[in-house]
């Protein structure tokens, strides 16, 4: 009797120990697909070196990397044949995703300046030299202000000098539509492209046209508006005019009765003593 309780009880702990096991490998197993689903990868086409905006892509210039497959955000290209002679609008870094935001339209198939152009802006380019170029220190992407001097209407009049655009964006220095490299060099060229609405380009096109023109190179993070009322050469120079001297103040002139002296001579009378006789003698001043 005792023997056949010992078996019954051996027996029950295997099944209990058998159903725990089943029940762990089960546990472990569902744990294993859940993170066998969590690592799922995609293939998503990134920048192979760094890349300018403006510039055309092709297979020479594009890889392929894996990618978490919803990390991946919408856009994204899984193969370089469909984005080839496609043009981009932004620059992208060495590994950098290569999305249809950041891609001109299929119809513009060229590249350059006319596909990063802003919709309803407009390239102008005006001729420089090295110092309305601020000294060759103005890239593309950088922003400026447009200054122009003019000479006043009217015989004898002074030119002014005022601010006719502000914060407009540089989309190309001479040939040049991207900055190389990390370190800012100065280079020397010949025009500037500006991008601007048809009404600046009106007010660049005749200052230009009639006018010095400078560019005042901004801040990245500036973008505030400045009013001015311009300024001409007594404007300019007022800052740095003499005071008048002061004048001196007119005394009261003396009253005087007509035939008598202004100043009246002083006289010093002195008295002599001789012996026993007294005598006096009268000087007056300038004797």
């Not at 950098?96 to 990063?116: C, D, K, W, Y």
């Amino acid at each position: 009797m005792g023997t056949s309780k010992a078996v019954i009880l051996l027996g029950a702990g295997i099944l209990i120990a058998l159903l725990a096991s089943v029940f762990a490998y089960g546990r472990l197993e569902r744990r294993s697909n859940v993170q066998v689903q969590a690592v799922e990868t995609a293939p998503a086409v990134v920048a192979a070196t760094d890349l300018p905006r403006g510039v055309v892509l092709s297979k020479a210039v594009v890889k392929v990397e894996s990618f978490l497959k919803k990390s991946l955000p919408a856009g994204a290209f899984a193969k370089p044949d469909v984005i080839d002679g496609r043009t981009l609008l932004y620059p992208a870094r060495n590994g950098e995703l290569i999305l249809e935001s950041g891609l001109a339209p299929t119809t513009l198939q060229g590249g350059g300046v006319a596909a990063i152009i802003t919709p309803t802006k407009r390239a102008m380019t005006v001729r420089v030299d090295k110092v309305v170029g601020v000294s060759g220190f103005i890239h593309p992407g950088h922003r400026v202000d447009v200054l122009v001097t003019l000479p006043q209407a009217g015989e004898g009049a002074k030119p002014v000098t005022k601010i006719v655009l502000e914060n407009i964006l540089v989309l190309a220095a001479g040939v040049d539509l991207e900055k190389s490299g990390r370190q800012e060099k100065p280079a020397q060229v010949d025009v500037i492209t500006l991008e601007v609405t048809p009404q600046e380009g009106e007010k660049l096109a005749l200052a230009s046209t009639e006018g010095k023109l400078q560019l005042a190179l901004r801040n990245g993070a500036d973008n505030a508006e400045v009013m001015t009322r311009g300024t001409t050469f007594p404007a300019l120079l007022a800052s740095y005019g003499l005071s008048a001297p002061e004048r001196p103040v007119p005394q009261k002139a003396r009253t005087h009765s007509p035939g008598r002296p202004l100043v009246q001579p002083r006289s010093i009378t002195l008295e002599l003593v001789k012996g026993t006789a007294l005598s006096s003698v009268k000087f007056e001043q300038g004797e």
